[in-house]
Nanobody, 117 residues
Framework: QVQLVESGGGLVQPGGSLRLSCAAS????????MRWYRQAPGKQRELVAT???????NYEDSVKGRFTISRDNAKSTVALQMNSLKLEDTAVYYC???????????WGQGTQVTVSS
């Protein structure tokens, strides 16, 4: 079993920055792709960013140029640096990771990000 623990959510003003972190822990495991999702009230959960074990990244169009996903394989962590935040970035952000054994996808509990003036 793998547990994902998120931190860094909170309230930030438009144009501000916030850094989310997610730490994986548990038994013996290997982390593969790691992701950040978000879900705003009344909306479907959407994929924000993905990072492979080797560091290749992909971003949702709406966050390109503003968000940066990174990982530290030695620490089993993934982070999301969020810059130039907009009101529409307000959502619960979820850490997600593929791990083995067995092949399985894990989710964090979610952390609230609120962009408001």
């Amino acid at each position: 079993q793998v547990q994902l623990v998120e931190s860094g959510g909170g309230l930030v003003q438009p144009g501000g920055s916030l850094r989310l972190s997610c730490a994986a822990s548990g038994g013996i495991f290997s982390l593969n792709d790691m992701r950040w999702y978000r879900q705003a009230p009344g909306k479907q959960r959407e994929l924000v960013a993905t990072i492979t074990r080797g560091g290749t990244t992909n971003y949702e169009d709406s966050v390109k140029g503003r968000f940066t996903i990174s990982r530290d394989n030695a620490k089993s962590t993934v982070a999301l640096q969020m810059n130039s935040l907009k009101l529409e970035d307000t959502a619960v952000y979820y850490c997600n990771a593929d791990a083995t054994p067995p092949p399985r996808t894990y989710w964090g509990q979610g952390t609230q990000v609120t962009v408001s003036s």
